[in-house]
């Protein structure tokens, strides 16, 4: 990051107020009628509804579009585990997206656990304020068992956005930067840097959309996984391959796709190189990448690329997923987002590429013109038809699974047809 956008970030967080959200009353407050309404003696009648019938929480409080973005600091970015007080950026991030993007409101909770079991009891505790809980860079593999015994455990949607959120992007963006290199996904050859959160749900959701476990390569910060290797937790072991290969470069050798979730500067121009022809590149690491865009294109011209930023095309970020997610999910009230959600709103962003692009979204990006290519093969975040296709895709896929306590709502899109 230069010196200049370094200051720029900070100036922006320190204005006042400092951050970048703060909580508003949606209802009148004025006079001592709305006092004796929204506080004593009318708030005891929706607290009496409420005690007789829990539904009722969704009728008069603000639970149904409430999510609560939780972090213990673990996996922040991937600046490392710096702690739940300096995560804090990243969650009131997550809520200004949420808002932003799906008008659903939340509370950044920023965990000071010693342990995962004190973490899961205090999220667990918080259910009755919340629509859904999404976790947010909480450690691999710590975040597995803790995504799942809180999913046991609620009866609301779980949803860990570096493992599901990103896994969701990913598949789009690769569907289509395949296809724009003329390959499939059943036989391209996956490496994939980083065997955290984001990159074993990525590998296991690139599998249910036919991606073949055999053709992948799996590499954490000691060299490719590989079955002679002792150390080794369950998460990682179902890559573990009888292989020869060691290291990344080697690994990199003839490779159709590069998935890198790890961290910054970890590839170079030789490894790029060395990759099959028309390769696919995706170095997702934030703040930085594992190879800038501009190094991967000069070491040669017939990549497609995309990261994690906002500032070069192509941009595979789980923000094209969670708030749209949620709010499919929320607008039916799914108890979970499931696997057959999560693969409609691989479709829908990826259908959605193909479109023509509003005049509103190349204004915004400052842009004359943009159309399904190599600088264009997933949706921008800025682009207002998110918020149609990826709830309705979702909505549609919790209804048909069963997931769903209410209807499709009316006020959305005609139903698209059944997710596959
Ligand atoms: N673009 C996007 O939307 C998203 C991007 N990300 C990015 O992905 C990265 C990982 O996030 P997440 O999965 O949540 O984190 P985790 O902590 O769960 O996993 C990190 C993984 O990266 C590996 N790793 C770390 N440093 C190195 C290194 N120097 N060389 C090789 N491997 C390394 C770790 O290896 P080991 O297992 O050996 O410890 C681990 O497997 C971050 O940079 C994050 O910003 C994450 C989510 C979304
Ligand atoms: C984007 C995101 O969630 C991450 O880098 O952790
Ligand atoms: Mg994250």
Redesign the pocket.
Known sequence: MTEKTREAALAYHATSPAGKIAIQPTKPCNTQGDLALAYTPGVAEPVRAIAASPEDAYRYTAKGNLVAVVSDG??V????NVGPLASKPVLEGKAVLFKRFADIDVFDLEIKASSAEQFIEVVAALEPTFGGINLE?????A?FAIEKALSERLSIPVFH???H??AV?VCAGLLNALELQGKSLKTARIVC????????TSLHLLMSLGAAVENMIL????GVVHSERTDLNRY?QPFAHTTPLRT?AEAMNGADVFI?????D?VDAQMIRAMAPRPVVFA????VPEILPEVAHAARGDLVMA??RSDYPN?????LGFPFIFRGALDVRARQINQAMQLGAVHALSALAKQPIPREVLRAYGLDHLEFGPDYFIPKPLDGRLREWVPAAVAAAAVDTGVAQAPYPAHYPPRPAPSA
């Open positions: 673990t996996a970015l991937g600046l490392g860079d909480i450690a691999a593999p975040c956005d570096d493992q959120g990103t992007i840097l980083g065997a955290g959160a984001a990159g074993l590499v954490d910060s000691r990682k990344l890198g979730v790890a961290a910054a970890l997702l690491a934030n703040p990261t994690g941009q595979v970020n789980n923000v």
